[in-house]
């Protein structure tokens, strides 16, 4: 069991960052080069990374700059409670496009 005091391991991976950040918005229709990859936020420490620290690269969404920003200025609601959502339906998206894969599962490759 992990002590709730335990650093947690980030896992890193800029080819799966830069793979969401192409994608639509997962809150609004925006498609644009505006979206980025965003790390889940203030809820479910302490996969949230904790203070100062970002979770690890397979809990991001893509979110368009006008999402991003609400979600960091005016702490949104509605986009904070919908993050877990957001994250399963990219994960779900990247298995299905074969982003992520048995290969990069068994090898470790894909977050190295």
């Not at 391991?9 to 809150?27: F, H, I, M, P, Q």
């Not at 203070?51 to 809990?59: I, R």
């Not at 893509?62 to 509605?78: A, G, S, V």
């Amino acid at each position: 069991m992990i002590n709730d005091l335990q650093k947690i391991t980030r896992w890193e991976s800029k080819k799966y960052r830069d793979w969401v950040a192409k994608l639509k918005c997962g809150n609004c229709p925006a498609e644009d080069d505006t979206i980025v990859a965003h790390h889940l936020t203030s809820i479910l420490a302490p996969h949230c990374g904790g203070t100062s620290l970002k979770a690890s690269d397979y809990l991001i969404m893509p979110l368009c700059f006008e999402c991003h920003n609400k979600i960091h200025t005016t702490y949104d609601p509605k986009i904070l409670e919908n993050q877990v959502n957001m994250i399963f339906n990219t994960l779900r998206l990247a298995f299905n496009c074969g982003i992520i894969g048995e290969k990069e599962i068994e090898d470790g490759g894909f977050w190295s």
